[in-house]
């Protein structure tokens, strides 16, 4: 009995999450009021509805429900899919191929750091353009670790995308081409989009915690937050650093992760969808429309080919 009730349960939330998602459409001003803070009662109560849904059993049905249609009209219509996968694939290769500046210009402000310190031996670095920030030097060592964070962060998705993350494979490398799309489409449901989630739901009142006061939890329900906790809330960004003059916009690293975890959300649904239509159309489609970049020795041969 509690199976069944289980099943029906998650049909209706299912069902439910087309009419939330409509209502939120046509009511935007009762969850994004805060966008324009003024600090009244209804930004205050906006901004708790909106951190509530965020990692809600509502906003978990709503992604379900649309990733559902959005599949359906993709097994229909199969040039709809593979547009879905050069649209995601080329969002991610953007990304990542923008945040990998960040390594280098992370090396070059290392650079920059010790040639200052060891050479003129000054306490406070000022760097900007038209808008100047002045921070001791300890503050920009420091904020070295969001230069990392950017290129772990932001480029994962294009990591996967190119091919460049480590695999172990034990048995993937001996099945023949549709068994791995079929490993492929199942660690792609099964492992990425379920660790996604996760991850998901702590990470946004991990980021949550440290934005506003009092702080919240998935604990709290929707009706805490719009009676209770709504009318002293304010906002308090996290800017303690570990050292006295260390960085101190901390902040960022948690919304760091909520991008990251986005982009991971993505991924698996394009890689879902790639190793489906590869699995229905064989061997031939492999690398389909893949952009994948090309250097050192692999351009020379290209060129070579060319000519």
């Known amino acids: 009995m509690a199976f069944f009730q289980s099943i029906g349960w998650f049909f209706q939330s299912l069902a439910m999450a087309f009419y939330n998602l409509f209502y939120a459409l046509a009511h935007p001003a009762s969850w994004l009021d805060w966008l324009t803070w003024s600090g009244t009662d209804e930004d205050k109560i906006s901004l708790m509805?909106?951190?509530?849904?965020?990692?809600?059993?509502?906003?978990f049905f709503v992604f379900l429900a649309v990733t559902i249609t959005i599949l359906i009209i993709g097994f229909l219509r199969r040039s709809f899919m593979w547009g879905l996968v050069r649209g995601l694939e080329g969002f991610a290769n953007f990304v990542g191929r923008l945040a990998a500046w960040a390594g280098l210009l992370m090396v070059l402000q290392q650079i920059?750091?010790?040639f200052m310190q060891r050479v003129f031996a000054v306490s406070e670095i000022s760097m900007g353009f038209g808008i100047t920030m002045s921070f001791p030097v300890s503050w920009?060592?420091?904020?070295?670790?969001l230069f990392n964070a950017m290129v772990v962060t932001l480029c994962i998705a294009y990591t996967f995308v190119q091919g460049g993350h480590v695999r172990v494979d034990l048995i993937y490398s001996t099945v023949s081409f549709r068994t791995k799309r079929v490993i492929d489409m199942f660690g792609s449901l099964v492992l990425m989009l379920p660790a996604a989630v996760l991850i998901w739901m702590y990470s946004w009142f991990f980021m949550w915690r440290n934005m506003i006061n009092p702080p919240v939890s998935a604990s709290d329900t929707l009706e805490r937050l719009t009676t209770a906790k709504w009318?002293?809330?304010r906002w308090n960004p996290e800017t303690i650093g570990f050292s006295p003059n260390g960085f101190n916009a901390y902040i960022l690293f948690k919304i760091l992760l909520l991008i990251f975890v986005t982009m991971i959300f993505l991924q698996a649904i394009a890689f879902f969808c790639r190793s489906y239509l590869e699995w229905k159309e064989g061997p031939e489609s492999e690398g389909k429309y893949l952009d994948r970049?090309?250097?050192g020795d692999e351009t020379a041969e290209i060129a070579a080919n060319i000519h």
């Not at 509805?49 to 906003?59: I, K, L």
């Not at 920009?140 to 670790?145: G, N, Y």
């Open 293 to 295: 970049d090309v250097l």
């Open 112 to 114: 920059l750091i010790i």
């Open 140 to 145: 920009w060592a420091e904020e070295l670790k």
């Open 231 to 233: 009318r002293g809330v």
């Open 49 to 59: 509805r909106f951190v509530y849904y965020g990692a809600s059993q509502e906003f």
